[in-house]
């Protein structure tokens, strides 16, 4: 069975119903993930979460070691992960309590964040067309359903820099754009899971209409973390039924993501740059 990655986001900084916990801290090449990595099992099913934002709501997300995170979910074996995310609507039919599982992401950072594992001596290029894979997003959009919850299936994440909210210029520009949903964390989790070859997919709850809506012409804490206390129950609920199938799956396909990706010279690449990245290109390039 396969070992299954969740990352949790605001308001969701544990699992209930993980057996045989295990608090695990991992350092890694790239310095120390958010928080500790927790281990255990749901169903049987292996499983690593990660409170992206560390216990007690401590790391911005344009402060969130994302290299860190991500390294450390492939260095415990995770071969899938279901981020689960506070987002603002985009759209009128994608109303506060519903859940969303995106399809597609577009960039709106401003570049600080560090967004791939390929620098200072080695290159790639990874296939990102589809940045959300496929089986995982099926699996919980069914889990979903089976939670009797309003869930809609595809769509656009639109990921802002923060931890500003939307500015109504701003908010407004994306509904213009046909965007369905705006959240400050994902894409650049998705890009560093693909280049680790991990699969993976988006759980994502909104919490609120962004500012655009004539009924909610600003956007508060309060108001997202009210209606975020209401759906992480649904929340956990959708995950433990998702991560039993998602761990059965046999094939996943984000698992050859640098078979043609990584276009240096393999001699050219510093000795001590092929170990660092063992974990990740060791298949690729010896």
């Not at 209606?227 to 996943?252: G, P, W």
Request: hydrophobic fraction near 40%.
């Amino acid at each position: 069975m396969a070992k299954v990655g969740i990352i949790g986001g605001s308001g969701l900084y544990e699992i209930d119903g993980i057996e045989k916990v295990k608090r695990v801290d991992i350092l890694t090449p790239f310095g120390k993930p958010s928080d500790s990595y927790v281990t255990g099992t749901i169903d049987g099913a292996e499983v690593v979460f990660l409170s992206r934002h560390g216990r007690g709501h401590k790391v911005s997300p344009s402060e969130i070691n994302y290299r860190a995170n991500i390294f450390g979910m492939k260095k415990l074996g995770v071969e899938a992960i279901v981020s689960v995310s506070a987002v603002g609507s985009l759209k009128q039919e994608l109303k506060p309590m519903d859940f969303v599982i995106p399809d597609q992401f577009l960039d709106r950072t401003n570049r600080a964040r560090q967004a791939t594992f390929f620098t200072d001596g080695i290159v790639g290029h990874v296939a990102f067309a589809d940045p959300v894979s496929p089986e995982i997003a099926d699996i919980l959009f069914e889990s979903a359903k089976k939670c009797s919850v309003k869930v809609h299936k595809g769509g656009t994440y639109v990921n802002m820099e923060g931890p500003q909210f939307s500015t109504k210029a701003e908010s407004k520009l994306y509904r213009s754009w046909g965007m369905d949903i705006i959240g400050m964390t994902n894409m650049t989790e998705a890009k560093l899971a693909r280049e680790a070859e991990i699969s993976y997919g988006t759980l994502a709850a909104v919490t609120d209409y962004d500012c655009w809506h004539p009924e909610h012409d600003s956007v508060t804490v309060e108001m997202i973390i009210a209606n975020l206390t209401k759906n992480i129950e649904n929340a956990k609920k959708i995950i433990k039924i998702a991560v039993s199938k998602i761990s059965r799956l046999k094939e996943f396909s984000a698992a050859n993501a640098l078979k043609f990706a990584l276009i240096t010279n393999p001699d050219a690449i510093p000795k001590e740059l092929k170990t660092k990245l063992e974990i990740i290109i060791g298949k690729y390039i010896k």
